[in-house]
């Protein structure tokens, strides 16, 4: 059987297996992509993956179960493990939602994509790394890869709703090493979307010679307590790290330092933070969530001020509440929390303009891991590197850097924010970040 007539069987046979609710989620994912090195093919990869999951509820406990394979004997197999996992769940009193007209359309998928052949992810990385090794000091280009992806989502449940949401992107990244009296240093840089008509070789290539090269001839700076403006490049990646903070199941879990602090103030009134599943331009934008509720933006915070978690259905239905559309899940696992697409709200300072904000500071744009930092305890533990800038003037590179902070205070710490995003193709949307102070050990 196909990914539709397995959802529609399982639902026929759900219906039939004493179950009060139900809903079901099948989906598939393909990509193919090269990486180059040296002027060569280094590899060519094609992967697929599918398959379909079932949550029941029988004496309103929910029971989960999944199968990547679309036989009749698989699904009645699925059905049955779920039904069997319900029995050592808890109860939850929760409605799956009725069907509703959704009159809105989200251009999530290219048919045009499909056409990108191999040949033309190849010679695109080729270009790439002719260009950038024509460059001075740069050595060999190590990272360089294409890809396509494309995926599809069916859902269905029992209340009668039927779903289907298509997509596909692109993306093209690249590596470079570049040496300077010794000083070896790595730029990266990626492109991604949804029209691959848009890709300039000449584009991407320059990022990642300049990124490559920008941070040579470094020189110390003192350590301390020091203001520090986080990039556009890099802010994004420190936020993700601290978005399940605001996701309720984690609050009722004791996972979360927002608990009980909704309609504080938690941030500088510089800050907002909003849930954006209708952008057009963003990968995480999407009509409905996994469970079958239709999506809206959703204000999580406001100029500083806690406005709301983001609730599933399962963790609205423990506080009496109804679910903001934030449920996500695979066809395997249960049903969890998240942003479709966060989005850090704009300032007004440009780039140049919110280097000014303090006599002297650190401009970090470059981060390296995030394994010292703590969603739950919101400790922050970076290595970093960036420039050393006074008056607004970026004055030397500087490296060897670890930038400490608890994400809490740092959001108190906001003094300015940026007027622009990067343009990298992301649900996590950030403009620079200018903090009052971070501890800076060298």
């Not at 998928?109 to 190849?122: G, R």
């Not at 999407?286 to 469970?291: K, P, R």
């Not at 995030?370 to 305890?377: A, E, V």
Request: proline share 4%; charged share 20%.
């Amino acid at each position: 059987m196909n990914m539709q007539d397995s959802i529609e069987y399982l639902a026929e046979i759900a219906k039939k297996s004493g179950a009060e609710q139900f809903d079901v989620l099948a989906g598939s994912h393909d990509s193919r992509g090269v990486s180059v090195f040296n002027g060569v093919l280094q590899n060519t990869e094609i992967s697929n993956s599918c398959g379909i999951g079932i949550r029941i509820f029988k004496n309103q406990k929910p029971g989960y179960a999944s199968t990547e394979k679309f036989s009749k004997e698989s699904l009645e197999q699925t059905l049955a493990d779920a039904l069997s996992n319900s029995e050592y769940t808890e109860p939850i009193n929760a409605d799956l939602p009725e069907p509703t007209t959704i009159s809105s359309v989200l251009p999530t998928y290219n048919p045009k994509l499909e056409s990108i052949d191999t040949n033309c992810l190849l010679n695109t990385c080729l270009s790439i790394e002719k260009q950038v090794l024509a460059a001075s000091e740069i050595k060999n280009v190590p990272d360089l890869g294409a890809e396509i992806s494309s995926s599809t989502t069916i859902f269905a449940n029992s209340k009668g709703i039927f779903f289907q949401d298509k997509r596909n992107s692109f993306a093209v990244g690249a590596g470079a090493v570049a040496e300077r009296n010794g000083v070896v240093k790595m730029g990266w840089y990626g492109k991604g979307g949804r029209d691959f008509e848009q890709i300039s070789t000449e584009q991407i290539s320059g990022e990642v010679i300049s990124r490559a090269k920008e941070l040579l001839s470094p020189r110390p700076v003192r350590g301390g307590k020091i203001p520090v403006i986080l990039s556009k490049r890099i802010s994004a990646s420190v936020l993700s790290v601290y978005l399940s903070p605001f996701f309720a199941d984690n609050a009722q879990k004791g996972l979360s330092r927002l608990k009980d602090r909704l309609g504080e103030k938690i941030a500088s009134e510089k800050f907002s933070l909003s849930s954006e599943p209708l952008l057009p331009d963003l990968p995480g934008s999407i009509l409905m969530d996994s469970e079958g509720i239709p999506t809206s933006a959703l204000g999580v915070v406001e100029n500083g001020v806690f406005k709301s978690f983001l609730y599933n259905l399962e963790s609205a239905s423990k506080e009496q509440r109804k679910s903001t559309g934030h449920g996500v899940r695979g066809f395997s696992g249960k049903a969890g929390t998240g942003f479709m697409n966060a989005v850090v709200s704009l300032g007004e300072l440009s780039g140049k303009e919110i280097l000014s904000v303090f006599p002297k500071c650190l401009l970090i744009n470059h981060l390296e891991g995030s394994s010292g930092c703590n969603p739950i305890s919101g400790e922050i533990s970076i290595g970093a590197q960036g420039f050393w800038c006074e008056n607004g003037v970026p004055l030397h590179a500087t490296d060897n850097l670890t930038i400490s902070a608890n994400f809490f205070d740092l959001l108190n710490n906001i003094t300015e924010i940026g007027s622009e995003y990067s343009d990298y193709f992301s649900n996590v949307k950030v403009p620079s970040l200018a903090i009052s102070e971070m501890a800076v050990s060298v």
